[in-house]
């Protein structure tokens, strides 16, 4: 089903987004870059209002739970996508990211594998699967030990109400999440309500947006 839905506009959702760097190069490992991609983080967050709810940056790759207020996802993947990118090359140096284009004959920046996978998110035990999911993966990793200890994570920014790396917000819905995601699912053919998809306000960061249809 993961698939079926992935990179879907579903507004009124959540969405956990996965970004790969080129060839998995590990350029999280290094702070100005990690700090640069937050800063982009910020600023999207301004110019087009989405919630952020989780987050962490692994060496090689980025993961997100967001929920963009137009439901558009791919948009706002895409912007994330560009202007992380553009936030990368200026702290690492643009020639360290060209690769030659047979098509015009000029060369192009590549920081990314592909594009940014975005899966909906739209049921409490979802919600917070992934986001144990996020805040698994350091210790997974085997980057630190105790998850509280590994810098590039949402983990302070939620338990300990810190500010950084960067904020999260603990209301993770809009006022109108819970019809625009009945409709957005009626329209793109799903019936099928499970119990496990129950909605739990005390488990889903307040009210939540969940179809009944």
Partial sequence: MARKWSNQNLAGALHFVTGNLLNRTPLFTEDAVCQAFFEVCKKLKHEWPAKFIAYVLMPDHSHLIVNPRDGNIRGFSGALKSLGARGIINICGGERFLRDSSDDESSIHEV????????????GWMIWQKIHYI???P????????TKDYRWSRFSAFYENSTKPLPVDKDWWWPDDSEKLSSAVKKLGWRTYHKRDKPDSKKSGGKPPFPTC
């Fill in 139 to 146: 210790v997974k990793a085997k980057l630190v030990k105790p």
């Fill in 112 to 123: 990314w594998q592909e594009s940014f996978k975005a899966q909906p998110l739209w049921s």
């Fill in 135 to 137: 805040h698994g993966n």
